[in-house]
């Protein structure tokens, strides 16, 4: 019987929860009016009063999220972590909560999402992780989400993106990577996620889209590739018919649209300020969204009788489709000297 009790307390002590200390928080209960509490332990039932719906951390100091910091919390629908200074989250972290649908972990201090780190909360629908540090994702590391609609990861520090993330994850309409040092968009990158409506990699370092990266995909509502590096688009990036309700591509550093890009889309909207393009294209373009009945969306940034619109080439006087990098010097030092000085977001200077 001693040898019993002994091994019943060294495994109470191995799953003893120490996750947080003198945490305060806000909670919404099922029945009646939010309230504050104070944890120590882990975000579990004996934690509170009564059954608990949504869970608000903020402005705590919590390092890291550990095995079962949020555990056995079958009505739980949301919970909150905001500058709570969390560098590290295990893939343990969350454990036997069936109804958890969004989890924000928001203005932190994570750098690194490990593999299959939400695979325990099937039940996702929302993931926000912006204004962190990452800048490595494990592959799976949004495995495993049948539910998973949107996500967020903009302002953090990822310099590449791969589709190996989402693997057996779906369902994503709305993915938001803006505001990172992301580089390239690979072949394929949105063949799994076909339900794609909004797709946001505006304010990046893309300099390049493989071919076929938005295969697979129809009709989006939004594609934002505004403030990059993008010297071209070539057509094969779009291996079929698709249709973009708005679509952002100022502020690179484009001087064409090639034909058979312009054939395969059906733009509702389309920003073009802010880039170099050669006068004789962008008149085609325009023509273009003429005919479709098109609108070009103005650019706030980019508002002022003496901003150029384009520049024109010294060897043609027609469109040819090849990057021309004397017209794009030629543009950006216009847009150098303009006083007063150009609104920063109108274009890529540097």
């Not at 893309?206 to 505004?226: H, M, P, V």
């Not at 010294?314 to 004397?326: F, K, L, P, Q, Y």
Request: proline fraction near 5%; include cysteine.
């Amino acid at each position: 019987m001693l040898v019993v009790v002994v091994l019943a307390l060294k495994w109470s002590a191995a799953h003893k929860c120490d996750s947080f200390e003198d945490v305060e928080m806000s909670v919404q209960p099922i029945r009646g009016e939010p309230y504050k509490t104070t944890i120590n332990g882990c975000i579990e039932r004996p934690a509170f009063e009564n059954t608990i719906i949504e869970a608000y951390i903020r402005h705590q100091t919590i390092p890291r999220l550990g095995q079962d910091s949020v555990r056995n919390m079958k009505h739980l629908h949301g919970v909150q972590f905001y500058r709570c200074q969390i560098s590290v989250i295990e893939p343990s972290a969350f454990r036997n909560v069936p109804s958890l649908r969004s989890i924000q972990i928001v203005a932190n201090d994570l750098a690194e999402v490990p593999g299959g780190v939400f695979s325990r909360v099937p039940s996702l629908e929302s993931l926000k992780l912006n204004s962190n540090k990452i800048f490595n994702i494990e592959e799976d590391g949004f495995g495993d989400l049948p539910l998973l609609k949107k996500i967020y990861l903009d302002h953090n520090r990822l310099e590449v993106w791969k589709k190996e993330w989402f693997t057996n994850t779906t369902e994503i309409d709305v993915m938001d990577f803006r505001y990172n040092q992301i580089k390239m968009l690979p072949k394929r990158a949105f063949s799994d996620l076909r339900r794609l409506r909004e797709i946001y990699f505006d304010h990046n370092e893309l300099e390049s889209i493989q071919a076929e990266a938005f295969g697979g995909l129809k009709k989006l509502d939004y594609l934002g590739l505004r403030y990059n590096r993008l010297r071209s688009i070539d057509s094969k990036v779009f291996p079929n018919e698709v249709v973009i309700k708005s679509m952002m591509v100022d502020a690179n550093y484009l001087n064409f649209l090639p034909k058979g890009l312009r054939t395969k889309l059906q733009v509702g909207e389309l920003n073009i300020f802010g880039n170099p393009w050669k006068c004789p294209c962008l008149d085609q373009i325009l023509s273009w969204l003429h005919q479709t009945n098109a609108t070009v969306k103005t650019s706030n940034s980019c508002r002022g009788e003496n901003v150029p619109v384009c520049s024109s080439p010294s060897t043609s006087s027609t469109c040819v489709d090849t990057v021309d990098e004397e017209v794009t010097e030629t543009y950006l030092q216009g847009l150098r000297k303009l006083k007063p000085p150009l609104d920063k977001y109108c274009a890529r200077l540097d």
